[in-house]
């Protein structure tokens, strides 16, 4: 069974930077479209920014210019850069992603366990 393994969460201070990373559990053959959601205590899930298989990005108004989303289709992997991180960003950062498993498989969607990020005023 694959999963999506999201690392890279921490405690940080306000205005300070954070890099979260996803990838496969496992080799897989490729990662299509990918994206980052964000879940806060008594909240519901968010989503934070997107990108394609070709690169193109989109960014919740809520972290332009503060969020880059990018990925290395080499490695599968895909990040998140966290900049002047605010107490307001303090939630668990999940991955989320399609993957196709084999040259035979399609693409199906899958999910992280999600990392925590805590950020302290």
């Known amino acids: 069974q694959v999963q999506l393994v999201e690392s890279g969460g921490g405690l940080v201070q306000a205005g300070g930077s954070l890099r979260l990373s996803c990838a496969a559990s496992?080799?897989?053959?490729?990662?299509?479209?990918a994206s980052w959601y964000r879940q806060a205590p008594g909240k519901q899930r968010e989503l934070v920014a997107t990108?394609?298989?070709?690169?193109?990005?989109n960014y919740a108004d809520f972290v332009k210019g503060r969020f880059t989303i990018s990925r290395d289709n080499a490695r599968k992997t895909v990040y998140l850069q966290m900049n002047s991180l605010q107490p307001e960003d303090t939630a668990v950062y999940y991955c989320n992603a399609d993957l196709k498993l084999s040259i035979m498989s399609r693409f199906e969607n899958y999910w992280g366990q999600g990392t925590q990020v805590t950020v302290s005023s």
């Open positions: 496992r080799s897989i053959f490729s990662m299509l479209g």
């Open positions: 990108i394609t298989n070709g690169g193109s990005t």
